[in-house]
């Protein structure tokens, strides 16, 4: 950390708790090292946090989790969107996992517990601190340039702007099937003149290299020094290209490599809004961990394809997401359901949930339905083809692949975009409102 020497140089600090003599204890605390702290602001509510958030723009805020009027975890998540330069330290007499657990989904970087201990509370501060300088000069950065380009800007290169579609595909439940979803939504989309593009951002774990029979040592590791400076030529040169002619961006070749792209806040999502306009859709398959990394890309999402197979644990999961989508403000239909390894009713062979149960308990109607077809998916693999890449579009679950890209493509770009290259446009009719297709949706 650099040497500091004067107040106005300290580490600024805003403390938020609905007690005063703990607003007071703690002031007193960094009043001990004021060459090192200082406080620029004391209040009581959630409410009145975010104002002096806005006002005083501090380095850290220390928020106490449990007040009347708005809690700290929801002043932490506001706070943190308005005003990304600010990291919260979260402090509450309870320390169990589930409040860390809802504190670090809102934003916050460390959690502390009560009574504060003096020397946990400078070295809190201090070590979040120093994790945020680069956010921090991000943010001088980009307040340097001009106001017509603090936005992200397109590579250019390629003629005209296209639509960039960036189309999330996640899952809460580990072994759901979200990369098979991904890859086979990717290939789907792909018509002549529509241009697609698949990012693999599990960025320890990522198999979209597995599943296509992909091998290069360009990734978008090799993107994240140049995120700013970005052009069509060298993205190009780091991008795969599948025998199918779709476009790949693979993730880093080992689980090691994954901090490095993790040290740059939001790099994937920086990446993809630069070239997002050069595509007409952008597919992303992602981890199963929820993460800034993880959230920064569902927040410059078109649409958000929720994967979930039809079991208790994976619709309980699910339900946790939905509930971070809310207080995120995100609107319902941001967030698409697909209901994958859907077994046929009359051949069953495991307990799953039927999916009206699943739609009354989510509160969510269900996008798509893929069956469960584990053997076609394995022969897809290991022949590092697409299953919607089968002569066959009459078959599951090519069918419902193949209706499920139609349906998202219809959704946000309109009907007949694009022409399929094959030129049998009677083979992607639009999807059915029963059986193992889609189900109607506004």
Known sequence: MQNRQGGQNAISVLIVDDIAETRENIKKLLAFEEQEFRVVGSVGTGRDAIKAAIETKPDIIIMDINMPDMDGITATSEITKRLPTAAVIMMSVQTDADYMRKAMQAGARQFLGKPIDTDELYSTIRAVYRSYESIRNQAIAIQDLPVDVRKPQPIQGEPGVRPGHVIVVYSA????????????????????????????????FGDVGVFLKLQSQSTLLDLVGKIDDLDTDFFDSIVAT????????????????????????????????????????????????VDEHLLSLTDIATRVMLVVNPTLSGIKNTKFILDLFDRLNYTPDKSLLVLNRVEDERSRQRVTIATEQIERFLRKQVFAKIPDAEREVLGAVMKGV???????????????????????STLLVGANAGESDSGEAEERKAPKKAGLGLLGRN
Do not use: W
């Open 173 to 204: 439940q580990g072994g759901s099937g979200c990369t098979t979803v991904a890859t086979n939504l990717a290939s789907g989309l792909m018509k002549k003149n529509v241009r697609v593009l698949l990012v693999d951002a599990d960025l320890q």
């Open 242 to 289: 599948h025998d199918s002619g779709l476009k790949v961006l693979l993730g880093p070749l080992r689980p090691e490599y994954a901090e490095e792209v993790e040290a740059v806040p939001q790099a994937v999502s920086r990446i993809i809004e630069k070239i997002a306009s050069n595509y007409d859709f952008v597919v992303v398959d992602t981890s199963r961990r």
């Open 386 to 408: 697409p299953i919607v890449a089968s002569r066959d579009r009459s078959k599951s679950p090519v069918k419902e692949f193949l209706e499920m890209a139609e349906h998202i």
